[in-house]
């Protein structure tokens, strides 16, 4: 009888006993799958930020970090009846517009993916992407100390003047933040990442501007100023941390203006298999009173999601309608 009973409990513990050791090795062999060859963090594939976390924190919310459980929930409810609303007008069949109202592009931009849930780190649903200072807003000094490509602009009152005073993003030269990930706009919750041992690329769907990092490289001694700056970087054990400068100062443009002393470090940290932690301290004494910091969750998208590609208006055919425009209005009296 008790060998009977042996011989049925080794039947059922060995299946158990087998089916553990190969979950076992199915997670080693996943962990294994996001090393490089040569043992790094793997960074390659589609990924999105989609939330309605804001850059800055409410002034109303002060130095709280993070929502309660019960206020999320609230916030992405609200959420949701806006993308109803939203998709109402996407209706095939719904009415033509009154007579004599104004028509805009607002159908066009409620194809966009509407975000929904709230950006989560640490089990924290946060009120904004900066956390530093602790009162989530960016510390920006007084416009008129500020003398940067967009204020100068605006204080000069010639936007139109020719096309080098026009902001960057209508002349089709580069568009979004002054580097990808920093923030959501628009289409900008997409990116792909395709890694090596020397580089990591960056292809935002929108911006929509490949971005290199040179791995263990350097900045030139004679650097000079590019559209999203010189990006180098270097491993502290599993974080790839980035550092960039030599910023054109026409990347200047709300809500984070810059000049020639603007510098980014940028850490990227796996988090899960499926997730990676994005940070990023901004410094330029042009424009700040202090450094900030900022936390962005990303998730790798859906198999099947892609990128797309975003064509600006290639050839900048209304622009000259712009300057024209503008030409006629010098000759008013």
Same mark, same amino acid.
Request: aromatic letters at 10%.
């Given at each position: 009888?008790?060998? $009977?009973?042996?011989?049925?409990?080794?039947?059922?513990? +060995? %299946?158990?006993?087998?089916?553990?050791?190969?979950?076992? $090795?199915? !997670?080693?062999?996943?962990?294994?799958?996001?090393?490089?060859?040569?043992?790094?963090?793997?960074?390659?594939?589609?990924?999105?930020?989609?939330?309605?976390?804001?850059?800055?924190?409410?002034?109303?919310?002060?130095?709280?970090?993070? =929502?309660?459980?019960?206020?999320?929930?609230?916030?992405?409810?609200?959420?949701? /009846?806006?993308?109803?609303?939203?998709?109402?007008? +996407?209706?095939?069949?719904?009415?033509?517009?009154?007579?004599?109202?104004?028509?805009?592009?607002?159908?066009?931009?409620?194809?966009?993916?509407?975000?929904?849930?709230?950006?989560?780190?640490?089990?924290? =649903?946060?009120?904004?992407?900066? !956390?530093?200072?602790?009162?989530?807003?960016?510390? !920006?000094?007084?416009?008129?100390?500020?003398?940067?490509?967009?204020?100068?602009?605006?204080? $000069?009152?010639?936007?139109?003047?020719?096309?080098?005073?026009?902001?960057?993003?209508?002349?089709?030269?580069?568009?979004?933040?002054?580097?990808?990930?920093?923030?959501?706009?628009? &289409?900008?919750?997409?990116?792909?990442?395709?890694?090596?041992? @020397?580089? &990591?690329?960056?292809?935002?769907?929108?911006? =929509?501007?490949?971005? !290199?990092?040179?791995? @263990?490289?350097? /900045?030139?001694?004679?650097?000079?100023?590019?559209?999203?700056?010189?990006?180098?970087?270097?491993?502290?054990?599993?974080? &790839? #941390? #980035?550092?960039?400068?030599?910023?054109?100062?026409?990347?200047?443009?709300?809500?984070?203006?810059?000049?020639?002393?603007?510098?980014?470090?940028?850490?990227?940290?796996?988090?899960?298999?499926?997730?990676?932690?994005?940070?990023?301290?901004?410094?330029?004494?042009? #424009?700040?009173?202090?450094?900030?910091?900022?936390?962005? %969750?990303?998730?790798?998208?859906?198999?099947?999601? #892609? +990128? =797309?590609?975003?064509?600006?208006?290639?050839?900048?055919?209304?622009?000259?309608?712009?300057?024209?425009?503008?030409?006629?209005?010098?000759?008013?009296?």
């Amino acid at each position: 009888m008790l060998k $009977s009973i042996i011989n049925k409990s080794t039947g059922i513990l +060995l %299946p158990l006993i087998a089916a553990a050791f190969l979950s076992a $090795s199915f !997670i080693s062999a996943a962990q294994e799958e996001l090393r490089t060859p040569e043992g790094r963090p793997d960074f390659q594939g589609y990924w999105n930020n989609l939330h309605q976390t804001p850059l800055q924190r409410p002034s109303a919310l002060g130095e709280k970090q993070s =929502y309660t459980k019960e206020e999320a929930l609230a916030l992405i409810e609200r959420a949701q /009846h806006g993308l109803q609303e939203r998709e109402s007008s +996407l209706d095939p069949d719904r009415s033509a517009p009154e007579l004599g109202s104004r028509v805009t592009n607002k159908a066009d931009d409620d194809f966009d993916d509407f975000p929904i849930d709230i950006a989560q780190i640490n089990g924290e =649903y946060r009120t904004s992407l900066v !956390i530093d200072p602790a009162n989530g807003r960016l510390p !920006i000094k007084d416009g008129s100390e500020i003398n940067d490509f967009f204020n100068s602009v605006l204080r $000069s009152g010639q936007l139109m003047a020719g096309p080098e005073m026009a902001w960057a993003a209508e002349r089709c030269l580069i568009a979004g933040p002054q580097l990808s990930l920093m923030f959501q706009r628009g &289409l900008s919750p997409y990116a792909q990442i395709v890694q090596t041992k @020397d580089y &990591l690329i960056i292809l935002g769907e929108y911006p =929509y501007d490949a971005r !290199i990092i040179r791995i @263990d490289g350097e /900045h030139p001694g004679n650097g000079f100023a590019k559209w999203m700056g010189d990006s180098i970087a270097h491993w502290e054990d599993d974080t &790839l #941390v #980035v550092h960039t400068n030599n910023f054109r100062d026409e990347q200047s443009f709300p809500p984070i203006l810059s000049t020639d002393r603007f510098e980014v470090v940028e850490r990227f940290a796996l988090t899960t298999e499926n997730e990676f932690l994005y940070s990023y301290t901004v410094t330029d004494s042009n #424009v700040y009173t202090q450094p900030f910091t900022a936390e962005i %969750p990303f998730k790798r998208m859906a198999l099947g999601e #892609v +990128l =797309y590609e975003y064509a600006c208006h290639e050839g900048n055919y209304s622009f000259a309608n712009s300057l024209r425009g503008a030409r006629m209005e010098d000759r008013l009296p």
